[in-house]
């Protein structure tokens, strides 16, 4: 998206969140919003194994919930810990200290709005789209594929579901699968195997007409 011209396509694999009116559960864009809990009051699910939540989103945050799979991967800090972290270092404005302010308070899961609108001004892929939308139209044209399954361990395919909507909306002939019954990684073996056909499409796009 910011380098259209240079890049001749992009296939995307279960995908972080690319529409923040759906983060895996909270919606961002809403001021009052909170991390761990809907307006109803109920809690966000996170984890999804064989169609169930494992673990809630106040669980893996403060480190007492895990994944399927993350048990593998031993550090200083539980995985989930870290991917919350690593997304305020990616996506947040900088405090006085130069460290990155928290999208969220981890004890209660209120959502920062000032962190909030900063990260959806500048990382909600759905809505950058939107918005340049009369520009970036002609340019991506034929070079947006992204790839999710329908029952998403982490609920991505939620998101992606939002931004496939908003670009049909658009005319986008972007092509975007969201395959039922697989999970953050079953997704892998759709079409005989994602890889390859994603190797493929490539090649024909690169091969001369």
């Not at 694999?13 to 009051?41: C, E, I, M, Q, W």
């Not at 981890?106 to 959502?111: D, S, V």
């Not at 959806?120 to 939308?133: A, F, N, P, S, V």
Request: hydrophobic share 35%; glycine share 8%.
């Amino acid at each position: 998206m910011n380098y259209p011209d240079a890049f001749n396509g992009a296939w995307v694999v279960s995908p972080d969140a690319v529409d923040f009116h759906d983060f895996y559960g909270p919606d961002l864009t809403k001021p009052t919003a909170n991390f761990y809990r809907n307006a109803a009051g109920n809690a966000y699910g996170a984890c999804r194994e064989h169609g169930h939540d494992t673990s809630t989103m106040r669980e893996l945050a403060s480190g007492l919930g895990e994944c399927a799979g993350s048990q593998k991967m031993q550090t200083e800090k539980p995985w989930p810990v870290r991917q919350f972290d690593t997304y305020d270092v990616v996506y947040s404005p900088r405090l006085a200290d130069g460290s990155p302010a928290q999208l969220f308070n981890r004890a209660t899961g209120t959502i920062d709005p000032a962190v909030a609108t900063y990260w959806e001004e500048h990382y909600d892929i759905t809505r950058i789209l939107q918005k340049r939308w009369s520009t970036l139209g002609p340019q991506l044209q034929g070079k947006l594929h992204v790839f999710v399954g329908a029952q998403d361990t982490f609920h991505a395919n939620d998101s992606v579901a939002l931004m496939q909507d908003a670009l049909h909306k658009l005319g986008s002939d972007a092509e975007i699968q969201i395959v039922p019954g697989d999970d953050h990684w079953q997704i892998l073996d759709w079409h005989g195997g994602l890889i390859g056909y994603a190797l493929t499409e490539m090649l024909r796009r690169l091969t001369p007409k």
